[in-house]
């Protein structure tokens, strides 16, 4: 389509410039129930997966409907959303913190046309557009990145892995068996993006070669210091290379014996690209948690060092969630997050119990703090 | 790279404009950022905060941190986008041939 101006004047960039106005204000959108019971909310159940009631002091009741959300998302599929919207909720919906897509009605008989409604509509393919689930203790939607979709760091694709991992784990989107919610994040470097690092399990991209050097361009292109200084392990250093026409260029060089393939070099300086097909793959990190319920929050812990990235189905990465999933559902107790059934059985029980093999990637070597993730005790189980 | 040409200088740039190599810099450069920026008028306060800026590089291999041009030039971050309104970073160090900003901007 030729061009078409919305009224921005590139001769007068600054005029009649509008900035500064921030977000609209949420409550420009609240449906006329949230509206009404704001901070009068008394109790909340959970009905079935997928579908939540609120109850009033007033005595109003609001009904949530949540359906999970492929997060990246088409225009097309948004309208959908506010079409449905539109004929069951007056117009109102809202998306949850982990891209959920949460429909609100006020009455009990408008529940049941909703859900028959959202469970009726699927893809071309057969995937349902809108399945209803992602409540209590079961596994929603899956917290995840920009991936080969859009990123230049990636060592693995977002997109692909999420829907992958769904797929394998559906069925307890739409049902609440485990002990108690289970959390699944995915990150396709280690920036971690998203909730990678507190999440119970967590998909992790990885590199395992050091950056390739492009010397002619490198000084042009980067700020050395600023390469430098982007080192976790002090791994480069400046230095003066000759290129084949032999003019000398300021470079860096890399010590490849310190060099943990983080890419944070390649976010700093474009010269310093590492990303390889065979060498990137996926780190599956376990026992997350933010919340502070019973105990404080932890950081997930690196069980499995490497999958191979294994487009576009990523089968080895999705057997070995899985197989962690029914371990976790077996052996934890009601309310015990995944995590901290680790804990209490001890992490050696875990890699048994989740069939896991325990690598020497896996001890922490990184700088004092590895120490006391050591065992300085007897205490351990054979 | 595509090639630019402005009052009868080549410049090789990238997809953000920005120049390919510090060194190529030349004053018609200034002049054609200015076009591309959408800057009216340069007045001595751009210039003072280009030099600065290629003053600093030079001497320490990276682009000054906001603060650091702030306290240098005496300019406020508010004076400097009235100067600059792309910002430090693509504006000001785009027109005083510096690298492309980089990181998670």
Not at chain 1, 141 to 148: E, M, S, V, Y
Not at chain 1, 333 to 346: H, Q, T, V
Not at chain 2, 68 to 75: A, I
Request: glycine share 8%; proline share 6%; net charge negative.
């Amino acid at each position: 389509m030729a061009f078409v101006s919305s009224g921005y004047n590139p001769e007068k960039p600054m005029e009649n410039r509008i900035t500064d106005i921030g977000p609209r204000h949420f409550e420009e959108f609240y449906p006329p129930a949230v509206k009404a019971n704001k901070g009068k909310w008394l109790y909340h159940e959970i009905l079935e997966p997928g579908v939540l009631v609120h109850v009033s002091e007033t005595g109003d009741e609001l009904y949530t409907v949540r359906t999970g959300g492929c997060r990246l998302m088409s225009v097309s599929h948004i309208r959908e959303i506010c079409e449905i919207a539109d004929k069951h909720c007056g117009g109102y919906v809202r998306f949850t913190t982990r891209n959920n897509i949460e429909f609100m009605v006020d009455s009990k008989d408008k529940v049941k046309p909703l859900v028959d409604d959202l469970m009726s509509r699927k893809q071309d393919g057969g995937c349902y557009k809108f399945p209803v689930g992602g409540t209590g203790a079961g596994i929603t939607n899956i917290i995840h990145t920009q991936g080969w979709i859009h990123c230049h760091t990636p060592a693995t694709d977002a997109s692909g892995p999420v829907k992958a991992t769904m797929d394998v784990l559906f069925d307890d989107f739409r049902d609440m068996r485990l002990p108690a919610h289970l959390r699944v994040s995915l990150a396709c470097c280690l920036n971690m993006c998203g909730a990678v690092h507190c999440s119970d399990i967590a998909i992790l991209g990885y590199h395992r070669k050091p950056p390739m050097l492009d010397h002619e361009y490198l000084d042009k292109m980067c700020e050395i210091p600023l390469a430098i200084a982007a080192c976790p392990t002090a791994a480069i250093k400046p230095s003066k290379i000759k290129l084949d026409n032999g003019t000398e260029v300021k470079s860096v060089a890399v010590n490849e014996e310190r060099c943990m393939f983080c890419g944070n070099c390649y976010t700093m300086c474009p010269s310093m690209p590492l990303a390889d097909d065979v060498g990137d793959g996926i780190v599956i990190m376990a026992g997350g948690k933010v919340s502070n319920r019973i105990t404080a929050p932890k950081f997930s812990k690196v069980v499995v060092a490497f999958i191979p990235n294994e487009p576009p189905r990523w089968p080895k990465v999705t057997d070995t969630i899985k197989q962690i999933v029914e371990a976790y559902a077996k052996g934890a107790n009601k309310y015990e997050r995944l995590g901290e059934w680790a804990e209490r059985i001890g992490w050696e029980r875990f890699f048994e119990a989740c069939e896991l093999d325990f690598t020497h990637h896996l001890i922490d070597d990184f700088r004092d703090p590895a120490y006391y993730t050591w065992r300085q005790t007897s205490n351990f189980k054979f | 790279m595509p090639e630019v040409e402005f009052q009868g200088k080549k410049f090789n740039v990238d997809e953000d404009g920005f120049i390919d190599d510090y060194t190529n810099w030349s004053e018609e450069w200034v002049q054609f950022v200015k076009q591309e920026e959408g800057i009216s008028e340069l007045n001595d306060e751009h210039k003072k905060v280009i030099d600065v800026l290629r003053e600093y590089y030079e001497k320490n291999g990276i682009a000054p941190m906001v603060r650091v041009l702030s306290k240098v030039t005496g300019f406020k971050l508010k004076h400097i986008y009235e100067l600059f309104p792309s910002g430090p970073g693509k504006g000001a160090c785009k027109m005083a041939g510096l690298p492309k900003p980089t990181g998670c901007v």
